[in-house]
Nanobody, 121 residues
Framework: QVQVVESGGGSVQTGGSLRLSCAFS??????LAWFRQTPGRGREALAT???????RYVVSAKGRFTISKDNANNTLYLQLTSLKPEDTGAYYC?????????????????WGQGTQVTVSS
């Protein structure tokens, strides 16, 4: 069973930045992703990265968020910049074996515990 531990959330003002981390207990799976959960919109995808380092973003994240990974240390990152109040929510990392890297939370097997990001105006 893969253990996943997230860190890096916090409270910032509009325009601020945060870096989220997700440490896996073993080698990273083929597809890694970040999701955000809010009361009004449920758990929505933000970005995915595949085994070759190819990344994809949803429109709201593109240009502001950057997904990356460190295979040597089994760690996934999400750099958040130009944060807005509507980015407030619980952020979750996730992993699945085998491509394709869906933007669908139901397709992922392993999840972090979530880390809260709060952006104030």
């Amino acid at each position: 069973q893969v253990q996943v531990v997230e860190s890096g959330g916090g409270s910032v003002q509009t325009g601020g930045s945060l870096r989220l981390s997700c440490a896996f207990s073993g080698p990273i799976n083929d597809c890694l992703a970040w999701f955000r959960q809010t009361p009004g919109r449920g758990r929505e995808a933000l970005a995915t990265i595949d085994v070759n380092g190819n990344d994809r973003y949803v429109v709201s994240a593109k240009g502001r968020f950057t997904i990356s990974k460190d295979n040597a240390n089994n760690t996934l990152y999400l750099q958040l910049t130009s944060l807005k109040p509507e980015d407030t929510g619980a952020y979750y990392c996730a992993a699945k074996q085998n491509p394709p890297c869906y933007m669908d939370s139901a397709m992922y097997d392993y999840w972090g515990q979530g880390t809260q990001v709060t952006v104030s105006s």
